[in-house]
């Protein structure tokens, strides 16, 4: 039994450690924050509110075509966000 359990074990530590290297060299490459649908788990929980967004996507939106133009104005000026 434990001769089945260790190989298993072994893959999917192997799979969660590759899927945390890929978000991370993801996050480096595009450089904009991790979010989630608007009020998604929020609702769940009884939330009404997205706190991100406040139920606007076109909000979410133009909040991260704001932060990209800062972050495209920084790199043009030589400088790191």
Avoid: H, W
Avoid at 20 to 32: A, E, H, L, R, S
Avoid at 45 to 57: Q, V
Avoid at 62 to 72: P, R, T, V
């Amino acid at each position: 039994m434990l001769s089945q359990l260790l190989p298993m074990l072994a893959i999917t530590f192997t799979v969660f450690v590759l899927f945390f290297i890929f978000m991370g060299i993801g996050y480096m490459v595009k450089k904009t924050p991790l979010r989630g649908s608007c009020g998604g788990v929020a609702k769940l929980m009884g939330n009404e509110k997205c706190s991100y967004c406040g139920d606007d996507p076109n909000k979410c939106d133009s909040i991260i075509a704001e932060q990209q133009e800062n972050a495209l104005k920084a790199a043009q000026l030589g400088k790191s966000v």
